[in-house]
């Protein structure tokens, strides 16, 4: 005989009633949490995100101002006085003058340090004569420069020099000391400052081998003939004014020490022969 299935009783539990409506002494609750980054919002399901950072201002960057601000930082400036009249009104004089005896005496400073032109360097150790006698002056190459003496105690009145040269050939002519120096330059000096400057041209393709000998020759008249081997040229000592050149001619060159020289003074243009 078959055995019946066991049979199963359900039994139904009556749930509480709800608790009558009236005023509630438990705290009202608040919005739900925000969702952490990322995740669904549970009620709009829409991802939230990150809140953005707060703009950061670099050292470079000038954060706004407001109206109190900058009134409070003008509000605390210190009221600056001139220098001047802080002082008492009789020594204003005084300061003003020492400011112009400053600024006169940096300028002579500036003045002094500034580069020289041609790299000239004269030193005087005696007064010398604004219009020399013609017998009164020598000179000589001496050490590198060139050195003006008197000529009746011999001794030495100044000393001109050029940074980085020596002098090729020296000349005294009534007072006025012409030299050639090793990178043709010609310059002409009275013993108080270096009155002029001329530059031989092609000078580093002969005066090295060469030398200086028989280059320089007094014309008379105030004229100096420099003889080179492609030319020949006159100056006035006076100021240094090329007056006259003479070319070679082609195939042909001037020896400084053997070539003669004549200065027709009638108008007709120099002449050399060598």
Do not use: C, K
């Not at 009558?20 to 980054?37: L, V």
């Not at 995740?39 to 670099?58: C, D, E, F, K, Y």
């Not at 300061?95 to 580069?115: F, I, K, M, T």
């Not at 081997?229 to 020896?255: K, M, N, Q």
């Amino acid at each position: 005989m078959a055995t019946p299935p066991p049979t199963t009783r359900t039994t139904l539990t009556a749930s509480p009633d709800p608790a009558p409506a009236g005023p509630s002494h438990h705290a009202p609750q608040g919005p739900p949490p925000p969702a952490p980054p990322g995740s669904a919002h549970p009620t709009t399901g829409v991802a939230a995100q990150a809140p953005a950072p707060a703009p950061h201002s670099g050292p470079g960057e000038r954060r706004p101002t407001t109206p109190h601000s900058r009134n409070a930082r003008m509000r605390h400036v210190p009221l600056r006085v001139p220098l001047l009249l802080r002082v008492p009104p009789a020594l204003r004089p005084l300061l003003v003058l020492g400011g112009v005896l400053l600024a006169v005496g940096l300028r002579g400073l500036a003045h002094q340090v500034r580069p020289v032109p041609y790299g000239d360097r004269l030193v005087h150790f005696a007064r010398v004569e604004r219009h020399p006698h013609a017998e009164a002056w020598a000179s000589r190459a001496q050490g590198g420069a060139v050195v003006g003496y008197d000529t009746a105690t011999g001794a030495p009145h100044w000393r001109y020099a050029r940074v980085g040269h020596r002098p090729a050939v020296v000349l005294t002519v009534r007072g006025e000391v012409i030299a050639l120096w090793d990178d043709g330059l010609l310059t002409d000096t009275d013993g108080r400052s270096v009155r002029w400057h001329r530059a031989l041209p092609d000078a580093a393709e002969w005066l090295p081998a060469r030398g200086g000998t028989g280059v320089l020759r007094p014309l008379g008249h105030g004229m100096l003939a420099v003889v080179a081997p492609p030319r020949v040229t006159a100056y006035r000592i006076a100021d240094g004014d090329l007056r006259w050149v003479l070319p070679a001619g082609p195939g042909r060159a001037f020896t400084p020490d053997r070539t003669l020289l004549g200065n027709d003074l009638q108008g007709r243009g120099p002449n050399a022969r060598a």
